[in-house]
């Protein structure tokens, strides 16, 4: 049944996207620990602690109030208010909990971000290393993602000819590798870049 199916249900061009390795590694690492193998885990950047213990108090009073379902779209409003004031607190910035999303990971913010501001068959700048969900999720949503050969901070003046057509997704952890950035050097490519963000910024706008 499955093999008939395959052949009447072709899988879609831009489902074609590589592996994401990290989870092949983590993967191959389960499967040495079940074998009885032991497995320093380097592959993935993981939280250092648990949970706070207000947070998982919470949880089990929800879980057991039987408090389950559906909130709305954007998180719970309260939520939102209460990550507004976070940075009002420790960043000096006043955002209003409207501009707050809350969602599942930071590949769910991705998507929400990267339909907002690209159409299919954008080509957008990346860094390369860097973190391959941001080419994979821009090749599912039918786009093209371009790499830079060097951490894009520091390659920004070479897609200086064509920043004004392509856009640059700026993310400076360079991940995996890392990456080391002057301010002074990260200021500069922030108000090299403003016209374009600012053109990105109104299409998204236009968009919500």
């Given at each position: ?64 109030a039987g408090r389950l379902g ?75 993602p371009r790499a830079c050969s ?59």
């Amino acid at each position: 049944m499955l093999e008939r199916a395959k052949r009447l249900v072709a899988p879609s061009a831009r489902s074609d996207v590589p592996a994401f390795m990290v989870m092949d590694v983590m993967a191959a690492a389960a499967r040495i620990e079940a074998s009885g193998g032991h497995v320093v885990h380097m592959e993935v950047g993981q939280p250092a602690a648990s949970a706070p213990a207000s947070a998982i108090t919470a949880a089990r009073a929800a879980l057991a109030a039987g408090r389950l379902g559906y909130t709305e779209a954007l998180g719970i409003p309260s939520l939102r208010a209460r990550i507004a004031r976070h940075y009002a607190e420790h960043y000096g910035i006043a955002i209003d909990p409207a501009r707050i999303v809350v969602t599942t990971g930071s590949s769910g913010g991705f998507v929400m971000a990267f339909l907002a501001l690209f159409d299919p068959g954008d080509r957008v700048a990346v860094a390369v290393p860097g973190y391959p969900p941001y080419r994979h999720i821009l090749t599912a949503l039918g786009c093209q993602p371009r790499a830079c050969s060097e951490a894009l901070w520091r390659c920004c003046s070479s897609v200086s000819g064509f920043a004004r057509s392509m856009p640059v997704i700026s993310a400076p952890a360079a991940n995996p590798s890392g990456l080391i950035v002057i301010a002074e050097e990260s200021r500069s490519q922030h108000e090299n870049r403003a016209r374009a963000f600012c053109r990105l910024r109104q299409r998204a706008i236009r968009r919500l």
